[in-house]
């Protein structure tokens, strides 16, 4: 039997992680710092920014449709935002935090004036104090979480829409496995309907994209494979140590010079090293020491 407690937990950001630079997914999903015990983590004001508008929109489920935009949006971000405020939010001065609050505040009247499906029936996935998590292979002993944002009811063919808030200017990438583990997450945690759309909300520009969802099959195809890669590293690294696993692909940082890493692990190698360039500023959510970048 799987045993949820050995467990390798992945997720679209974690994987995302890994994609990117190995050493960063061990630095920001397995070092724990000897001293408290705990993970560390890299708050951002872009981070931050999304946390908060997230909050509101995410939060209006919790209402039924027919009410939901009788809520004064705005007056729910001002009590979102005291949570991110200052340097816990990684911001480093008040003009830059703003600067961000502004842009989310821009976004949110947009959503105002036309909230589109937000006024439309929705349906939230199960879950207790962890996210929406199922095992996505008890082969491999891998377990899948994350939280969609928004899934709309389509009354008409009794289906799913589902909907990924985007407050970055970047916009996905086609290689995204983002919405295919929302798929599957749909698929092993509401049996009752069908997923037939996914769209993308980009709330600055106030652009919704819909996407081609793979099917079923292809989907857990893809996720798991990125997933078992996660998995063989950590198996590697208790065989052989974290250095031969998680390697970043642009070289070993050298505290010494100051030189190799990337942008993805460099900032977490300042943490190991206690470099003047990055400052603690707090323990943040699941007992994580958080540090803001001095850019």
């Known amino acids: 039997m799987p045993d949820k407690y050995t467990a390798v937990w992945v997720s679209h950001s974690s994987m995302g992680d890994f994609i990117k630079c190995p050493r960063s997914y061990y630095l920001h999903n397995m070092y724990k710092d000897p001293k408290t015990g705990h993970k560390v983590s890299l708050v951002t004001p872009h981070m931050s920014l999304g946390i908060a508008v997230h909050e509101v929109l995410e ?28 340097k816990k939010g990684g911001f480093l001065n008040d003009t830059e935090e703003a600067e961000f609050k ?22 939230k996935l199960p879950q207790d104090k962890m996210p929406c998590n199922f095992y996505l292979s008890e082969e491999h002993n891998i377990i899948l979480n994350g939280l969609v944002d928004w899934i709309e009811y389509l009354p008409e063919t009794d ?55 793979p099917d079923i099959d292809t989907a857990r195809r893809d996720v798991l494979a990125a997933a078992v890669k996660v998995k063989d590293a950590r198996d590697i690294a208790k065989r052989e140590g974290v250095e031969k696993a998680f390697v970043c692909p642009q070289g070993v940082y050298n505290p010494q010079t100051k030189e190799g890493g990337c942008m993805s692990c460099r900032p977490y190698e300042f943490i190991l090293n206690s470099d003047s360039r990055v400052e603690f500023v707090g323990v943040g959510g699941f007992s994580q020491d958080m540090y803001v970048l001095i850019r």
């Open 59 to 86: 939060g209006l489920a919790e209402f039924p449709s027919e009410s939901r935009m009788g809520h004064d949006l705005l007056a729910i971000y001002e009590k979102e935002w005291k949570k991110v405020t200052g």
């Open 102 to 123: 502004a842009r989310g505040v821009v976004m949110l009247k947009k959503v105002v004036e036309d909230p589109r499906f937000l006024v439309n029936k929705c349906i």
């Open 159 to 213: 289906s799913l829409h589902l909907v990924d808030f985007k407050t970055g200017k970047v916009e996905e990438k086609e290689s995204s496995l983002q919405l295919p583990i929302y798929l599957l997450l749909c698929d092993a945690l509401h049996k009752k309907r069908k997923v037939i759309k996914a769209s993308y909300w980009y709330l600055e520009s106030d652009k919704l994209v819909e996407k081609k969802l």
